[in-house]
Every structure is written in C-alpha cells, then in structure tokens.
C-alpha cells in the first residue's frame, strides 16, 4: 500500500494486484496436486480403519451373543452380495445355521452402504466372499485377505488370521492392486 499525497486513498496498483495473484496462482499450482495425493491416502486409511472396525465389530457381537455371526459385502436390503469386492458396503448378521444370507431381517445386525469413498475399492481373497466368527472369537477356514486400492495403487492388505485376529500392513509405494490371489 502506498499514499501518493496526504489525504489520497490508500491501495493497491494495479501492477501489485497482478504480481501478488500470479504468485498466488503458482503457490496454488504446486500444492493441489500434494493435496489430491493426501486426500487419497487419507481415504485409503479411512477405508481401511472402517473394515478393521467392523470385523472387530462382528468378532466381538459373536462372542458376546454366543452365536455365530458372519460380515459380507453387501448387495442392499440386508442381502449379501456372492462377490469378492466389498467396495458398496458390508453386512453383519447373526448366522446360527452357517446360511449364505440372513434367514430374517431381525438376524442383520448392520448393513453398511457405501463405507468408503467411491476411489477406493476393497477387495477380499479369491473365492472368501464372506467372514464368520464363532461364538469363541475364532473365524475357522483360510486366512482371509482384504485389499485397500486407491486407485491402481495398493494402499494397504488387512488379513484376518483363523484365530479371528485381524493385522493390516502398508503397502510399499506404488505397487499394482487388484484382487488377491
């Protein structure tokens, strides 16, 4: 700012304005694209921390319940979904009798839609399309893994072990993602 004369208006010129937005428009250049990268890890980790949640989640309603229970992906209207991707959402039901799906809606304990952003995808091992915990808090069967993509980027592996412990792992810096083996 500058006065010319006493008793002049204060301002800027037009020279300074210029200057200022130009520098403005670079510094803005530079840090977009960071941000986008930290949205998108940040989404990672949220999605991550949410499917870590709700297996703890249906662990702990199985062993409290005395019952099995069993968390799918979701297909809506407390349906499970028969695919390895869990990216729209998860089911958790109660599941005495090992059923592929709820036998009544009052055996869905939740039916999460849309959990995580629709640029990150979930995926869980080949042919595992659903988790099952016993009322001891053990989840018999393989070990189950599940994929946290951004992208076709893998952002991280969470795998439930047949103890029914859950453990996640970072996934190096850019390496492919897709479906686990």
């Keep these: 700012m500058r006065k010319d004369a006493p008793g002049a208006p204060a301002g800027f010129t037009l020279v300074e304005l210029m200057t ?15 941000m986008q990268r930290f949205l998108e890890w940040q989404r990672a980790t949220g999605a991550m921390h949410a499917l870590t949640t709700q297996l703890a989640l249906a662990r702990n309603a199985a ?3 005395r019952t099995p229970v069993t ?10 979904a028969e695919s390895t991707d869990w990216s729209t959402g998860w089911l958790l039901y109660r599941d ?14 939740r039916d999460e839609h849309a959990p995580v952003h629709g640029s990150i995808r979930v995926f869980s091992t080949q042919g ?6 016993q009322p001891d808090g053990l989840a018999p069967g393989t070990n189950v893994t599940f994929r946290i993509c951004s992208g ?15 453990r996640w792992t970072q996934a190096p810096a850019d390496t492919p993602c897709g479906p686990p083996g």
């Design 20 to 34: 200022t937005l130009a520098v403005a428009a670079i510094l803005a250049g530079l840090a977009v694209p960071g």
């Design 63 to 65: 062993v409290s319940a």
């Design 71 to 80: 968390l799918c992906p979701t297909r809506g209207g407390g349906r499970c």
């Design 96 to 109: 005495p009798t090992r059923l592929p799906q709820p036998r009544v809606p009052d055996d869905v304990l």
């Design 128 to 133: 595992r399309v659903r988790v099952r915990y």
């Design 152 to 166: 076709e980027r893998l952002h991280a592996e969470v795998v439930v072990n047949n103890s029914g412990r859950t």
